[in-house]
């Protein structure tokens, strides 16, 4: 038996369980460098230290799971040539090079993970997949943002640890464990303890020895703090999870869809079951002294900037200043989800986001298999269809206005050029109108050149005496931060610096415009496409990520207060609610309502594979992937799931009954007019 253990096929056995080891130094390294950066977000965990000790141990499981997956095509080959006596240091350099690339990818997305996770307060998931054919802006926005230098210098060491670490195993072992199985008792031995080795490599990939099903994202979900949850959770894990609930013809239902749409159309006083959404309302096309409209759309525009105050001098000035004058304040706004592309929808057209779904592609390539599908019909990137939605730069359009939008990108980032120019908006500026000489960065130009670019084409659009809408996407609040020395310089964080900027950008473009003729007859909006994740979350969602300012400024206001409304309200109510302050009513039905004029109980929004929906006294959150629910207490921050069973009850089918109907809406009727 002595021999046995000097035997190839005990060295092979070695070699696997030592790697299997040498996995978990790695994936505990990353977990604690993730821990490390959102420290912060346990100072409120009940027993910190025994909670954050308990999801180490779960993270295990977790990465056993990833780690057992991996090791099956090893333990299935490795183990049977050593018995064969077909065993050596270049067999072992062969494993070498598979175990080398799966972990490098396994590695390069637990190190992505964590900036990710620092900017969005969840795991990287299927939404990725959204941005994979713009590769150039892709890249400069990581290669560009020298923050993430850190992470890509964790990145390279461990791989270069890892695989050095496995050549040196691969050729100790192949040195010291040189003796055949040539007995009978000893093959008979091996195969014994290789049935057991499957045996531990199955449970492994299940997580769990009993019970039905493997152990799932929800069984992390052990504590009341949301971050120490997620961070037992293995980020290629929860990748492969997101991308599974959501496939193609197997996306998973909220609720019954005719449901749904009964229950959206009692909640909107809207017959949705006969695609009332795409059809007009019998309503005058003109408007009686039709009034400009400028909306700004301001990048990752969280409330909390609003508020912000740095030695005490306001981080906003400006912003704070239009408040107090002639305007209309939403303090209490949320987008409805946390990209751009869905800022862009709901403000524009009034449609909810849905999960990780690009809204401005009517093509979901949220499955990773169609993006590198070859025969795809759709591989002309430039030539996504776009949805037909119907809103804000439709009706206007159809009443005479004329409508520009104004981006600081290329055209076709986002499916822009298609979503803009067949959803009514007659002209389209871009990078590509803008000189070489402006570009700034991977974005194109800053937020300074694009407001002054505006400025000069709505003068020209003026001039013809026709009423007109301008929309613009501003982008200095986002990676990779390129501002004015001036701003850049300033003793503050990246995104604090970006935020001064363009409040100082939009002072100069309202100073300018108030010299104007037209300055008078124009109704201004100010909002984020989507918020930012500033301080501690103890919620599932934290709500900074979905909070955002609406201002509504206009010298046709002055003379009135100042107002601030803090009822419930999103970017989906801002389609109705212009056209209320227009004087007419919308052309199009949408999924918003006037909240000047109304009042919502609660709204509704989406952080990519979770569902919030809010009001004044409650968070409710589901998270797809999980499947759990949470109702937060917003006084306390407390879970009340347990005891509030009518207020969740209300929420869920509120909130679902809506995304439920924009699913359906979005499949049967909008993409089908392409």
Known sequence: MKNFFKSKFFGALIYL?????IVFIFLFLYRLVFLTAGYENTIYADNKWLTILHAFFLSLRFDNMVASYILVIPLTILPLLAICNIFSKKILYIFNIYYILIYSVVFAVSCMDIPYFQYFFRHINASIFNWMEYGNETAGMILEEKSYYLYFLLYVVSVLLFSSAIYFIARKISGLFTYRLNKKTHIVFAFAILLIGYTLCHIGTKGRIRGAGSFDVQHAYFSENSFINQMAITPVFYLYKSMGYNKPNTEKELMNPVEALELAGEYLNTDFKHNAYSKRRMVEDSI?????????????????????EVNGTPLMPYMQKLISGSCYYFDNFYSQGTHTNQGIVSSLYGFPSLFERHMMK???????????????????????????????????????????????????YDNGQSLFLNNGINKLFSQESYPESAWVNVWGVNDGYLLEYALSEINNSASKGKPFFAGMMTISNHPPYTLPQDFSNLPLENDQKAMVYTDHCIEKFMEE?????????TIFIFLGDHGKIIGTSTYEIPLSLNHVPLIIHSPLFEGNDPKIISNPAGQIDI?????????????????????????????YFTSDDKLGCVNNKYLYVYNMVSDQEFLYDLDTQKNVISNKQNILDSMRDYSFSMIESAKYILKNDLEKSN
């Not at 415009?513 to 007859?521: Q, V």
């Open 513 to 521: 415009a108030s010299r104007k003729d037209w300055y008078n007859n």
């Open 288 to 308: 009686n002294n039709p009034h400009n409209i400028v909306l700004v759309l301001i990048e990752s525009f969280a409330d909390n900037y609003l508020h912000m």
């Open 575 to 603: 389609y109705p609610t212009v056209m209320g302050l227009l004087n007419t009513i919308p052309v199009y039905n949408s999924f918003g309502i006037d909240v000047i004029k109304n009042e919502r109980d609660c709204i």
């Open 17 to 21: 369980a030592s790697i299997q080891v």
């Open 362 to 412: 009517s093509l979901d390539i949220n499955n990773f298999g169609r993006i590198i599908n070859l025969n795809d019909e759709f591989q002309d990137k430039n030539n996504y269809p776009a949805p037909i939605y119907n809103g804000l730069p439709k009706d206007l359009s159809g009443r005479g206005y004329e409508t520009m939008f104004f981006t600081t990108h290329i055209a076709r």
